[in-house]
T-cell receptor, first 112, second 117 residues
């Protein structure tokens, strides 16, 4: 299996622009997670899906953030408008019912 | 809410030696899962090992093993025959069973391990 795939690997944008991060989970996994990693706050869960349905979005920082999972093999995390404080590494992870989460390589986002 | 504490921000070890990373957690639950993840400079989060709380036997994966002390709420990672490629940030993580709180992972602050030649 190719593992969890994320794109882009790096994103540099200017404040106010829309940013879309993409994730393809491991085939057969029915849970998908979006995390954010910063030096100040460490690893934070933003939102997770089960069978394409958002289950817990309490970690989404504010309305500028939104996530979708239109099908079992694709999810997006969108930030609109982006702000410098959104600069972080964003990880997507997936798991099956055995609970072990497997992470993608991450997207390093820089908002200028 | 569950908390995970890694009290060693940095550690170093000589190549081929053994090192133990500490982790404690706080929970009122009796059934849960514990994990160690490794994050090398490439920043990829790699699952190293997992332990189910209901299993008394400590998990092992090649050179990696854990010492799970449920009563003490302690979950340490032992790396034997350390290799240069083991240099990474190591995160301890806790998860309640999915049916009780979803599949949320709670991470510790991390321990930066450096393996010296």
């Amino acid at each position: 299996d190719a593992g969890v795939i994320q794109s882009p690997r790096h994103e540099v944008t200017e404040m106010g622009q829309e940013v879309t991060l993409r994730c393809k989970p491991i085939s057969g996994h029915d849970y998908l997670f979006w995390y954010r990693q910063t030096m100040m706050r460490g690893l934070e869960l933003l939102i997770y899906f089960n069978n394409n349905v958002p289950i817990d979005d309490s970690g989404m920082p504010e309305d500028r953030f939104s996530a979708k999972m239109p099908n079992a093999s694709f999810s997006t995390l969108k930030i609109q408008p982006s702000e410098p404080r959104d600069s972080a590494v964003y990880f997507c992870a997936s798991s099956s019912t055995d609970t072990s989460q497997y992470f993608g390589p991450g997207t390093r986002l820089t908002v200028l | 809410a569950q908390t995970v504490t890694q009290s060693q921000p940095e550690m170093s070890v000589q190549e081929a030696e053994t090192v133990t990373l500490s982790c404690t957690y706080d929970t009122s639950e009796s059934n849960y899962y514990l994990f160690w993840y490794k994050q090398p400079p490439s920043r990829q989060m790699i699952l190293v090992i997992r332990q189910e709380a209901y299993k008394q036997q400590n998990a092992t994966e090649n050179r990696f093993s854990v010492n799970f002390q449920k009563a003490a709420k302690s979950f340490s990672l032992k790396i034997s025959d350390s290799q240069l490629g083991d240099t990474a940030m190591y995160f301890c993580a806790f998860m309640s069973p999915p049916q009780t709180s979803g599949s949320r992972l709670t991470f510790g602050e991390g321990t930066q391990l450096t393996v010296n030649p």
